[in-house]
C-alpha cells in the first residue's frame, strides 16, 4: 500500500493546498524542535555553572515563546488535515451517490448498493485518521529527522553517527508491520462488505422470510457475520498495538545507545555539558516522528483501504442506458 495516495488528491484538488500547508508547518516544527532543545541545553548547563539561576530570565521567555510557537504550529497543522480529510470526504460522497443514482436502473448492480451504501455512510469517516493523524507525522518524519540530524551534525559527529545508523531500523519494521497490517485491514473490509450485502438481501427479502418463517434463521446468519467482522477488527488492532510495542522499544533503545555514548565521553571529559545535553535533548526528537508514523500507521491503512473500495466502485463503467 502507497503512503500517499494521488487519487485522493486528483479527486478534490482544492486538497492539494492543503497538503502543502501541512508541509510548511512540517518545516517550521522542525526548527522549532532544534530551536527548544538549545535553549533547554543552554540553560541547564548555565544553572549548573554558576551554581544559580541568575540571567535565566531572557532564556525562560524565549522557552515560553518557542513552546507557544509549537502549540500553534500542531493546531494549525491538525487544523488543516481535518480540513483537507473534509474535502475529499465530500467529493468522494458526492461521486458516489452519483454513481448511485446512475446505476440504479442498471439490476446487474443490485449487489453493489450495500457497498455503495457502506462506503458513503460510515465507511469514508476511516479517512480521518488519515488525513488527520498519518499524513501530518509522515511530513513531520521527512522533515524533522533531517534537520535534527544536520544540528546534530554540527555539534557532535559520534552522536550523529549513532542516529543515522540506527534510524533506518524504523522504517525496515514499519515496513514488515505494514504489510501484516495492510491485510488485516483488507479482511476487516471485506468482512464488513459481506455483512452490508447480507443485512441488505435480509431486509429486502423479510416479508418472503417471516411467511415461511426463516426470520429467525438469517438472524443468526447475520449475528455471524456480525461477529466474525468483530474478530477481524479485534485482530487488526491487536497488530496496531503490537507494531507500537516494538517501535517504541526500538526507538528507546536508540536513544539509550547516544545517552550512553554521550555520558561517557562527558565523563572522560570529551564533550562539555552543553553540547551533551543539547545531543541528548535532540535525539529522542529524531526518533518521535517515525514511531507516530508506525503508531498511526493502522489508521492510515484503514482510510486508504476504504479510498482504494470507493475508487474501485467510481472506476466501474456506468450502465449505457440512462437512469
Not at 508547518?25 to 522542525?30: F, K, P, V, W, Y
Not at 443514482?101 to 448492480?109: E, G, L, N, Y
Amino acid at each position: 500500500m502507497k503512503p500517499v495516495d494521488p487519487r485522493l488528491f486528483h479527486a478534490a484538488r482544492s486538497s492539494v493546498r492543503h497538503l502543502a500547508f501541512t508541509v510548511l508547518l512540517g518545516s517550521a516544527t522542525a526548527v522549532l524542535v532544534v530551536v527548544q532543545a538549545g535553549i533547554l541545553a543552554t540553560g541547564i548547563a548555565r544553572v549548573i555553572d554558576r551554581r544559580g539561576t541568575d540571567g535565566l530570565g531572557p532564556l525562560l521567555v524565549a522557552l515560553a515563546l518557542v513552546v507557544a510557537g509549537r502549540a500553534v504550529v500542531s493546531w494549525a497543522q491538525e487544523t488543516t488535515a481535518q480540513r483537507a480529510s473534509a474535502v475529499v470526504k465530500s467529493e468522494l460522497r458526492r461521486q458516489l451517490v452519483r454513481r448511485a443514482v446512475q446505476s440504479a436502473a442498471d439490476p446487474t448492480q443490485g449487489p453493489r448498493r450495500a457497498e455503495f451504501a457502506a462506503l458513503a455512510g460510515g465507511g469514508l469517516d476511516a479517512l480521518d485518521g488519515y488525513f488527520a493523524k498519518y499524513l501530518p507525522q509522515l511530513v513531520l518524519a521527512v522533515v524533522v529527522p533531517v534537520v535534527v540530524l544536520l544540528q546534530m551534525f554540527r555539534t557532535d559527529l559520534t552522536a550523529t553517527l549513532t542516529v543515522a545508523l540506527t534510524l533506518p531500523l524504523i522504517p525496515v519494521f514499519m515496513v514488515l508491520v505494514g504489510k501484516a497490517t495492510e491485510a488485516a485491514n483488507a479482511r476487516r473490509w471485506d468482512a464488513l462488505a459481506r455483512l452490508s450485502h447480507h443485512f441488505l438481501d435480509v431486509v429486502e427479502g423479510m416479508p418472503t422470510l417471516r411467511a415461511f418463517g426463516r426470520g429467525k434463521a438469517q438472524a443468526e446468519l447475520v449475528r455471524a457475520s456480525t461477529d466474525q467482522y468483530r474478530t477481524t477488527t479485534m485482530a487488526t488492532l491487536r497488530i496496531a498495538f503490537l507494531s507500537s510495542l516494538i517501535l517504541e522499544t526500538l526507538a528507546t533503545l536508540s536513544v539509550a545507545l547516544v545517552a550512553v555514548g554521550v555520558g561517557l565521553r562527558m565523563v572522560d571529559g570529551g564533550l562539555d555539558l552543553r553540547t551533551g545535553l543539547l545531543v541528548i535533548l535532540l535525539a529522542p526528537e529524531a526518533y518521535l516522528p517515525l514511531r507516530q508514523v508506525g503508531a498511526h500507521y493502522h489508521a492510515s491503512a484503514a482510510g486508504l483501504a476504504a479510498a482504494d473500495a470507493a475508487f474501485t466502485l467510481l472506476e466501474t463503467p456506468a450502465p449505457a442506458h440512462p437512469g
